[in-house]
């Protein structure tokens, strides 16, 4: 049996990121990364591709800006 949170969020109280890879087989533009970040209060995800873990702090300043917005 399944359980689910009944827990309610205001927006942006919440915020769960995930930093995968790498990944064996790189896409066509040689990303081996993928950063999936979830707003929880709307269930809004935001996923980004990467070729190095450099790039993720940009990214995740980039992508909480956009979801503040």
């Not at 707003?39 to 190095?52: A, G, N, P, Q, T």
């Not at 450099?54 to 300043?61: F, I, S």
């Amino acid at each position: 049996m399944s359980r689910t949170s009944k827990t309610k969020y205001s927006k942006m109280e919440l915020v769960i990121m995930d930093l995968t890879g790498p990944i064996s087989v790189p896409t066509w533009n040689s990303y081996v990364y993928a950063l999936i970040v979830i707003e929880v209060s709307y269930w809004y995800s935001v996923r980004h591709f990467l070729k190095s873990k450099k790039e993720a702090g940009d990214a995740v300043r980039d992508m909480i800006a956009m979801l503040e917005c």
